[in-house]
């Protein structure tokens, strides 16, 4: 990770989550900034420069994403696998072998599976909104061929979980893991977000030229994650020499960053963080406001015990919000940080078996039982 050199006048206080870099931390950190300036650094490069783990083609390029096709079969139930579009890139998804939700899906006889490669915002991309995105994912699941089981991670979760309510026929069933919804719940982000005035968000995106600068807060952030924080973040110990090239390939994908549109950007923040209205029922998404209820499929909700950016108490607390049958929700909490969820190896060897043992289970049975 980058640290920056010097610090900006005033500033001292060190933000408490230096794990995930999330994009709403930069609002802290334009505030204890205030108007301080870095130089830019080098262009960002439109795709990572590490190798991915799982083979796959690109199925489709979209101003939103590159569509990725990790598929060992062409028939059998498609599974795509909705990445985080927050700073860091969709390897989150794929990080290393047993440490992959992909391969894990894989290994748990999966055979068609999908990866939205969210791109990183141009300065063309700046009025970029959620609809955009959700339009893009649309058409990526007609692509695939609906109805999808969609997985949903982190911030890719309540992505997912619109995308659900708006086209509930295109999926089959839904995995949200680490999933913020419910924002009236206390956490890290949720204050964050409701702590700062809006305007620091407004002069962030401004600052931007329109876009909030990935490369830019990565800057900004002072304190790097520590190894025991890597560790913790891939459950194992990174003494020998397989745990030495995980830390450095952990170095290379938390460096490489994405930058946001700004209107994408101040519609999670105010739409979705301050105003909570996916979970109040009042979010509009390409022209209709969604219902939660609307979204009956069989849903899989996966959360970390230790995970100080979504608490467990906000993930599961979205079972609550659908209209999905309780006898068709399953849980499991895992004792785990935000990044265990996706790329820790504890987690790998027994939620996510679990994960694609449930989605190609027949369920039913339990519609007979809850009859």
């Known amino acids: 990770m980058v640290e920056k050199s010097g610090k900006p006048p005033g500033g001292s206080d060190r933000p408490q989550d230096d794990t995930l870099l999330w994009p709403f931390a930069a609002a802290k950190l334009a505030m204890n900034a205030c108007f301080w300036w870095l130089e830019r650094g080098p262009p960002e490069q439109d795709e990572s420069t590490l190798p991915w783990t799982t083979p796959n083609t690109v199925a489709l390029e979209l101003a939103t994403m590159r569509l990725r096709d990790c598929t060992r079969t062409r028939s ?45 915002a141009t300065p063309d991309m700046r009025y970029l909104s959620i609809d955009n ?23 890719g979760g309540w992505l997912s979980l619109l995308y659900a309510a708006r086209f509930p026929a295109k999926v089959r069933r839904l995995v949200l893991v680490g999933a913020p ?14 702590n700062a005035p809006e305007a620091v968000y407004d002069q962030l995106v401004a600052r931007g030229g329109g876009n909030v600068s990935g490369d830019e807060m990565l800057r900004f952030w002072s304190k790097s994650p520590t190894r025991d924080d890597i560790a913790a973040a891939l459950q194992k110990d990174l003494s020998d020499e397989e745990g030495a090239a995980l830390l450095a390939r952990f170095d290379r994908w938390n460096a490489e960053t994405l930058n946001l549109p700004g209107t994408y950007y101040l519609e999670i923040v105010n739409r979705i963080f301050r105003e909570n209205r996916i979970a109040d029922g009042n979010f509009t998404a390409l022209g209709r406001e969604v219902d939660l209820k609307d979204v009956k499929a069989p849903v899989f909700l996966l959360a970390g015990l230790d995970d100080d950016v979504v608490p467990a108490s906000q993930a599961l607390a979205t079972a609550g919000l659908l209209g999905t049958p309780p006898a068709f929700i399953a849980a499991a909490s895992e004792p785990s940080t935000h990044l265990g969820l996706f790329m820790g190896l504890r987690t790998h060897a027994h939620a996510w078996p679990r994960i694609a043992e449930w989605l190609r289970s027949d369920l039913s049975g339990v519609l007979a039982r809850s009859a």
Request: proline share 4%.
């Open 76 to 120: 059998g139930q498609p599974a795509l696998v909705c990445a985080p579009y927050a700073l860091h890139r969709a390897l989150i998804a794929d990080f290393a072998a047993g440490h992959s939700v992909v391969q894990s899906l894989q290994n748990g006889g999966i055979g068609r599976i999908y990866l939205t490669d969210w791109r990183s």
């Open 181 to 194: 919804v419910d924002l009236s719940i206390d956490s890290e982000l949720s204050r964050l977000a409701r």
């Open 133 to 155: 995105y959700l339009s893009d994912l649309n058409v990526a699941i007609d692509e695939i061929g609906a109805p999808v089981d969609l997985v949903g991670l982190c911030q």
